[in-house]
């Protein structure tokens, strides 16, 4: 017996052993290869950059080789920054011939995300060079950024789904009572309706007024878009939203000028051949991806100066310390504040960063680290430029870590302002008394030693008025940095803060930003507030190493994460919401709630 044990436990030890050797040989050989097609990729003459519209988006997406290898969907992600920089070296490499959009089942990206890359193709058109889109179905996102392209081409039993916008919240009151769950809620601001949701079962006159504007404003913005790029007016369009063209065949799509061309997939790369000048056959034209391009862009020199312009990516929800969720506006990338304070401190007094530009596309989070950034941003300001580029969100906690900056430039789609502060704390007596059976008793030596202590009691009315007045007391702070950083009164800003949420367009004509543009237009501006004529690009925070990125891959955590975005598709993020609800409470200047718009 004991001989048989042993030689169970060797047998046991050695396929430990092996399964850890071959793990690391696996991991070495995809960075092997990772790094020999980073070395190899260059631009040939007659290139085509090919845009795959799949997946979902978010500011910025680390190479990962080894999710392709175990099936992970986050594979399928597409970072903002890599296409906004491949279409820009697209642009001014004379081998790139045009570009080609892959339209896919592609959703998820706020509309300022989608603004900012079409205006990327547009300014890509005025060199001359093609743009071709084509889509079994285009999702009316991947629509309006293909409206852009000189021809647009559909499967002839393909569909595009134009409906209009909406803008959907869910509300979970009647949940969180079946349960023996309330929220107390503290609030400053009419429309500070992110607590709503915990509270009512619809929408309040007050948050259905500022979503209608906010709708309207966004959905005016691309039937303009398109209208431009397809020459068909405003009114057309919206008449085809309201015929529910998304089951209409494809030979009513062309009819209506929402289309050029019908063609199988198959039959793409004749109709690209035809748009190339001097190129007869399909065979004859190569293609480069959007990550191989801009992976070119990011690895070329810029100069020898030394002097450095910095882009800081600040996306995601803002938080104190990381809590390794997942769900919210985007995705599980966080804000943290103790990390972002240390990386702006030493862009604070790294003397080759000539200029900042803060990136920001957060809907809020921590009111504290909030507060925090504000001060770290106020820190670079007295030392060198810093500006602000805003992305999809720029709201409540992401506008408190913008208001600072000496100039704000937002896209006319990005949602910002909200300007307010809400504090929000379980009380479970029910569930617990009752329905648990569970009995908390208190001994105490001061009137409030157990103030938050416990779920099991609702607060007191005292209690209550002592965490008001500290909301009370956060708005007051926050009106004031707002105030200051706009160079406006505090009861102005007053006036349009109470927790509204704008659009850029209507932000600028309140003072709230400077300019309406993109990333580059904030670029520009640091270029020009720096005095620099030769300078390189630069963006913080460094990005996990490849070594970094498979190892997390292998612990099964973002495994397991790409796979539940794969199974929930666009209801990933609201499942993160519930998942995340013990996250939200506390003192937040915050969009808890999960916005679902219609593209």
């Not at 397809?230 to 209409?248: E, G, H, K, P, Y």
């Not at 063609?263 to 001097?278: F, H, Q, T």
Request: glycine share 8%; hydrophobic share 40%.
């Amino acid at each position: 017996m004991k001989q048989f044990l042993k030689y169970v436990f060797a047998t046991v030890v050695g396929i430990i052993i092996v399964s850890v050797v071959f793990t690391f040989f696996a991991i070495s050989t995809v960075i092997g290869m990772a790094s020999m097609k980073s070395a190899n990729t260059t631009v040939e003459d007659n290139t085509v950059l090919v845009i795959k519209m799949e997946g979902t988006m978010d500011e910025r997406v680390e190479d990962n080789p080894l999710g392709f290898l175990l099936g992970n969907s986050l594979a399928e992600q597409q970072g903002l920054s890599a296409i906004l920089k491949a279409i820009d070296r697209a642009k001014n490499e004379d081998k790139v011939k045009g570009i080609y959009i892959e339209a896919g089942s592609f959703m998820g990206a706020a509309p300022a995300m989608l603004q900012e890359i079409r205006n990327a193709l547009a300014d890509f058109k005025k060199t001359k060079k093609f743009i071709v889109s084509y889509g079994d179905i285009y999702t009316q996102g991947t629509y309006y950024l293909s409206s852009v392209a000189d021809s647009v081409i559909i499967n002839p039993q393909g569909m595009i789904d134009w409906h209009g916008m909406a803008m959907q919240t869910m509300y979970y009151k009647d949940l969180l009572e079946k349960v023996g769950v309330k929220m107390q809620v503290f609030k400053v601001g009419t429309y500070k309706s992110a607590v709503e949701p915990f509270l009512l079962n619809d929408m309040s006159e007050a948050n259905r007024e500022q979503l209608d504007v906010i709708a309207k404003e966004i959905w005016g913005n691309m039937v303009a878009d398109v209208s431009k790029s397809r020459n068909i007016t405003a009114q057309q369009l919206n008449v085809l939203a309201d015929s529910c063209m998304t089951f209409a065949s494809a030979t009513e799509y062309k009819k209506a000028k929402l289309v050029d061309k019908l063609a199988y997939s198959d039959e793409v790369p004749s109709i690209i051949c035809n748009m190339m000048k001097g190129v007869d056959d399909p065979d004859d034209y190569k293609t480069i991806t959007v990550n191989e391009l801009a992976s070119i862009a990011q690895s070329e020199p810029k100069g020898t100066s030394g002097n450095i312009i910095a882009v800081y990516y600040a996306y995601g929800d803002i938080v104190q310390e990381s809590s390794s969720g997942f769900g919210g506006l985007n995705g599980d990338h966080e804000i943290v504040g103790k990390t972002v304070i240390k990386d702006l401190q030493e862009l604070a007094e790294d003397d080759d960063v000539k200029a900042v530009v803060l990136r920001v596309n957060s809907g809020g989070g921590s009111a504290y680290a909030s507060e925090q950034i504000w001060h770290q941003v106020m820190n670079i300001k007295q030392k060198k430029p810093i500006i602000v580029s805003m992305g999809g969100y720029a709201a409540s906690g992401g506008y408190y870590i913008s208001c600072a900056a000496d100039w704000i430039v937002a896209e006319p789609t990005t949602l910002t302002g909200s300007i307010g502060i809400f504090g929000m704390f379980p009380e479970a007596s029910e569930l617990m008394n009752k329905k648990l059976g569970l009995h908390v008793a208190t001994v105490k030596t001061n009137k409030y030693a157990d103030l938050g202590l416990s779920m099991a009691r609702p607060f007191n009315e005292s209690e209550s008025a002592i965490i008001q007045r500290y909301i009370n007391n956060g708005y007051e702070l926050f009106t004031k940095r707002c105030a200051d950083g706009r160079k406006m009164k505090q009861n102005d800003i007053k006036a349009i803060a109470e927790g509204r949420v704008w659009t850029g367009v209507h932000a600028k004509q309140l003072g709230l930003v400077d300019q309406l543009g993109s990333l580059q237009d904030a670029i520009n501006v640091a270029e020009k507030r720096a005095k620099v004529k030769e300078y390189s690009i630069m963006e913080y925070p460094n990005s996990s190493s490849l070594l970094d990125n498979l190892l997390a891959e292998v612990s099964g955590n973002s495994y397991a994460d790409g796979q539940m975005k794969a199974a929930l598709g666009e209801y990933y993020d609201l499942f993160g919401q519930l998942k995340n609800i013990h996250s939200k409470t506390g003192i937040q200047a915050s969009l808890p709630y999960y916005l679902r718009f219609s593209l």
